[in-house]
């Protein structure tokens, strides 16, 4: 495959020959990849292909059985990298007990965040009239929000967002694709993943994973031309099927 | 370790706390019943009360805290925020600072609302000073925090957790030489009771309490309590992964 983006950044997040192991099950075998830096990658795949799992070690909270991940340069799960890497989890991981801005103010004193960055990240995730509400009493949207603003304080450099717009309603799934878009022209890198592959439109890059494999990687343009369908939806079973097949 | 972060941990958990009234009523006023009733019990044999009335008051935080602890070290496990936590600029150390420092704090106020009734209005009298009470009460509630957190990696359920308690600190209670003085005790249960760590605690309240007896056996009490306490939050710091499975 041809690759057409510019060669003068190096990518955020080198992975080589990574294999992991969860419950006795190979879940990532010999898997090789890369994000590039300044921009938004899609991390897309049915349930269970093996997504979170890259996201944990990715971040290094995961057990890897072999294999490396380089982020920014250094190994992953290195110390300084938690200063400049923000991680958002699958379920959210907030104090049920706190109201949004005391979970906020937290995640922000842990990273020497200045205390304005609190409001910063409220109002990117548009959950500023909220800030005071105890996060036990907001619907499951809101609170995979505040966990988002979690992730986004201390303005880290590398983003790594598990399903953040999953259970969102369509208006505020393009703000947050908005944001993130924002996000990466500032600079950031953001690894996004979705089993909700119409959403790989708002990315500039995709992996496409599947039972721990990489099935296609590249633009979506990249994408549609090598599963021949103009439907991202569509171009994404064709490649599945192509390698059941 | 970073003071930062530490600070940042007790002041998280200190305001978990204040949300929850309930929780801290229960805390600072089911000793102050206990103790009345106590008092009651033995009304017509005060010698009894002014005997175990100051060394109970030292091992109240001590319990209070084995459980609070336990249960919110818990829910920090299996909500994912300590999964998240892992992922950022805090060490492991941190946490149990952070940990300490809070409960701490709220085992002193238990101890000086229960040590002001007790000694204030029921009469309780002990030839020792009464701060010092009030001091090994505080330490014996870390030594409780320490003990919670440990136990804590072994429970999986809020359940499991609660059954601990009768599992872990009732035989210590038992053993201690509370109901029973220690040179009474079969022999295998004189040596049951030599290497669990309320024994010493209690010791060193049974001696606070009766003037004169700051001897050498009770600085081998506040050795013993204080490195169990270290101990148990060595453990419990290994408990606390940073990646898993």
């Known amino acids: ?245 | 370790m970073s003071f930062r972060a530490t600070f940042a941990t007790a002041l998280r958990v200190l305001t978990q706390l204040r949300r929850d009234p309930r929780t801290m009523a229960l805390l600072l006023l089911v000793p102050v019943a206990l103790v009345f009733l106590l008092e009651q019990l033995f009304a017509d044999r005060r010698v009894v009360f002014q005997q175990i009335g100051g060394p109970l008051l030292g091992l109240f935080p001590l319990i209070a805290m084995f459980l609070v602890t336990s249960i919110t070290m818990l829910r920090e496990r299996v909500s994912g925020t300590l999964e998240r936590l892992m992922a950022l600029p805090l060490a492991k150390l941190d946490i149990l600072a952070g940990y300490a420092l809070a409960f701490a704090l709220v085992a002193a106020l238990q101890a000086v609302v229960v040590s002001t009734v007790a000694f204030g209005f029921l009469g309780l009298h002990t030839q020792g000073p009464s701060w010092a009470v009030v001091l090994l009460a505080i330490s014996n509630a870390i030594l409780g925090m320490a003990l919670g957190l440990f136990v804590s990696a072994f429970a999986r359920t809020e359940f499991q957790a609660i059954q601990f308690m009768p599992a872990f600190i009732l035989p210590q209670i038992l053993l201690c030489g509370l109901f029973t003085p220690r040179a009474q005790m079969a022999g295998w249960m004189r040596a049951l009771s030599d290497v669990l760590p309320f024994t010493y605690a209690y010791d060193a309240l049974s001696r606070a309490t009766k003037l004169g007896t700051f001897d050498g056996r009770f600085a081998l009490d506040l050795t013993v309590t204080v490195g169990v306490t270290v101990l148990a939050l060595a453990l419990g710091a290994s408990t606390l992964r940073r990646r898993t499975g």
């Open chain 1, 1 to 245: 495959m041809i690759d057409y983006r510019p060669v003068s950044a190096a990518p955020s997040i080198v992975v080589e020959k990574l294999r992991i192991r969860r419950g006795g099950v190979i879940v990532l075998d010999d898997l090789a990849l890369s994000v590039a830096s300044g921009k938004v990658t899609g991390l897309l795949g049915p349930s269970g292909s093996g997504k979170t799992t890259l996201m944990r070690a990715i971040v290094g909270v995961q057990i890897v059985e072999s294999g490396s991940i380089t982020v920014l340069g250094e190994a992953a799960g290195t110390p300084p990298l938690r200063w400049k890497v923000g991680y958002m989890t699958q379920n959210p991981a907030v104090y049920g007990d706190l109201t949004v801005r005391e979970n906020l103010r937290y995640f922000g004193r842990i990273l020497d965040a200045a205390p304005e960055s609190v409001e910063e990240v409220l109002e990117t995730v548009d959950m500023t009239s909220f800030g005071d509400r105890v996060v036990n009493r907001l619907s499951g949207g809101q609170r995979a929000r505040v966990s988002l603003a979690t992730a986004l304080i201390g303005s880290p450099q590398l983003l790594v967002l598990d399903e953040p717009t999953v259970g969102l309603d369509p208006v505020l799934r393009r703000d947050l694709w908005k944001a993130f878009n924002e996000l990466a022209a500032q600079g950031k890198t953001l690894l996004v993943s979705s089993h909700v592959m119409d959403e790989a439109d708002h990315c500039h890059d995709l992996l496409l994973l599947r039972e721990g494999k990489l099935v296609a990687t590249g633009t979506p343009s990249d994408v549609r031309a090598q599963s021949g369908r103009q439907d991202l939806d569509e171009a994404f079973l064709a490649l599945i099927n192509e390698e059941v097949a």
